[in-house]
Nanobody, 126 residues
């Protein structure tokens, strides 16, 4: 059974940085797409970034482009989200998700992702 577990959230001042980790297990991830989503209080879950595991191609929401970087470590089966220049509006619960369909066109919609972590809170103070 595929599992993904996030870590690395916390409280940071505006302009600061955090790195989130997503440890994946229970599957062969070479054809997976891994995504990060976030959900702020009272808002819908939204796409942040995605990476195709084998190709390493990356995709970002416009709101985080140039500030966030998604990457993966093939040896550790871990996906990272490096978040720089954080803003108060980045405050949310961040979720890691896995799409095992093998698609070459990663979806930005949460329904496409089969497996989800429990989420990690990121709070950015002004």
């Amino acid at each position: 059974q595929v599992q993904v577990v996030e870590s690395g959230g916390g409280l940071v001042q505006a302009g600061g940085s955090l790195r989130l980790s997503c440890a994946a297990s229970g599957g062969t991830f070479s054809w997976y797409t891994m995504g990060w989503f976030r959900q702020a209080l009272g808002k819908e879950r939204e796409f942040v970034a995605a990476i195709r595991w084998s190709a390493g191609s990356t995709y970002y929401a416009d709101s985080v482009k140039g500030r966030f970087t998604i990457s993966r470590d093939n040896v550790r089966n871990t996906v990272y989200l490096q978040m720089n220049s954080l803003k108060p509006e980045d405050t949310a619960v961040y979720y890691c998700a896995a799409d095992g369909s093998g698609t070459t066109y990663p979806s930005r919609g949460p329904m496409a992702y089969n497996y989800w972590g429990q989420g990690t809170q990121v709070t950015v103070s002004s």
